[in-house]
């Protein structure tokens, strides 16, 4: 079985609002529906949850109403713990499951790229979209310029197979390892390679206000 886990806990201090930026709306629809409505929509998911803050599952609750089989998860201080909560959720676990971890910022995903990442993951034990990096890129450490064609901008969603990353997060939660920037970072580090893929389709991140200014161009 597949499952899609959807991250909404962040607090947006980058964008220095009091709503998170997930809560806002554009063309009258929460920022978070819209990768969810793209999840819901590909039918190939058993279950999707949603991890977030509890202040906002009324919020939640009223704009996912008409869907099923959505599960509310309350959410961590840290992205790290909102993911372990989630991965608890689950507790009959088999070898055919995959779980799809995603960040509610990024609102472009297409089911074609989530059909890509679920094939490559039940062959690599994971998968993990990226881009190339196109500018020019200088190390001040080293003072040297990098080999940007070993450079990889890593992307969410990210996908495994179930019982491996939870293990990944359980020795990390055990070792008291908090040093993650996301979650292929944890595979790597306690289960096996990446296995990444090359995503070619527009992913933007919202982290900042201009960037909802440049939504405008994709939606």
Same mark, same amino acid.
């Given at each position: 079985m597949n499952y899609f886990v959807l991250l909404c806990g962040g607090s947006g201090k980058r964008m220095n609002i009091v709503t998170p930026k997930q809560y806002l709306k554009y063309k009258d629809m929460y920022i978070f529906m819209y990768p969810l409505l793209t999840a819901i929509k590909s039918k190939l998911f058993k279950k999707i949850l949603i991890v977030a803050n509890e202040n906002y599952f009324s919020l939640i609750k009223d704009a996912t109403k008409k869907y099923k089989n959505i599960e509310l998860i309350k959410g961590g201080k840290t992205r790290q713990e909102s993911v372990f909560n989630a991965l608890n959720y689950f507790d009959d676990i088999n070898d055919k499951d995959y779980i799809m971890i995603h960040d509610s910022?990024?609102?472009?995903?297409?089911?074609?790229?989530?059909?890509?990442l679920i094939d490559s993951a039940k062959k690599g034990r994971n998968s993990i979209p990226f881009k190339y @990096? %196109?500018?020019a890129l200088f190390d001040s450490k080293s003072n040297q310029y990098l080999d940007r064609e070993s450079i990889k901008i890593i992307e969410t969603p990210q996908t495994f197979k179930l019982s491996e990353i939870k293990m990944a997060h359980t020795l990390a939660k055990k070792e008291k390892y908090v040093n993650v920037l996301d979650d292929g970072c944890l595979f790597l580090k306690y289960i096996a390679p990446l296995n990444f893929v090359e995503n070619k389709q527009y992913n933007l991140k919202i982290t900042t206000l201009e960037d909802i200014k440049e939504? @405008? %161009?994709y939606l």
């Open positions: 910022a990024r609102i472009f995903i297409k089911t074609e790229l989530l059909k890509l @990096e %196109k500018n939504i @405008e %161009k």
